[in-house]
């Protein structure tokens, strides 16, 4: 089983990052972590601050990985370009987010991608990511 772990704008700057809301670990340190829970899977991690390449990146593998665990960052909140590319491939995409944005800024609390996506997952800090494996493996 293979899996890509898309992250978008300012998941980079994980760790630094307005540590309160998102925690005090970067991605790079997470992701060995992740992979050692998920031996059998295969888990490609990639990040983007850049709408397009996101776009790109989805549709290079969402026509033969096995699902694709998208954290968009604040992209969630605007595009249709990611909504639109979710619904083009036929890979599952699971919506993720470390905070619960429902119990922020309201601006947060529309996503342009709920729709278009498998499931949605938010609020659980980095866990957030190993529970959308989970779903993802359990089918
Ligand atoms: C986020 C929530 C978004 O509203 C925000 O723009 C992010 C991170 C999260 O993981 O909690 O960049 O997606």
């Excluded at 991690?45 to 390449?53: H, P, R």
């Excluded at 909504?83 to 119990?103: G, L, Q």
């Excluded at 609390?109 to 959308?132: E, N, P, Q, T």
């Amino acid at each position: 089983m293979k899996i890509l772990i898309l992250n978008g704008p300012n998941l980079n700057l994980l760790g630094v990052r307005e540590p309160g809301i998102y925690g005090s670990m970067s991605f790079e340190e997470y992701v060995p972590k992740l992979k050692s829970m998920f031996p059998d899977i295969e888990l490609e991690y990639f990040q983007s601050n850049i709408e397009g390449v996101m776009i790109d990146k989805i549709q290079e593998v969402g026509f033969s990985y096995d699902g694709i665990v998208l954290n968009a960052g604040a992209y969630t909140h605007t595009s249709v370009a990611l909504h639109d590319c979710i619904r083009a491939v036929k890979t599952p995409v699971i919506e993720v987010h470390i905070s619960n944005v429902h119990t922020r800024e309201t601006f947060r609390h529309h996503s342009m991608i709920s729709a278009a996506c498998k499931g949605v997952i938010c609020g659980f800090g980095l866990d957030s990511y190993r529970l959308a494996i989970s779903a993802l493996a359990n089918g």
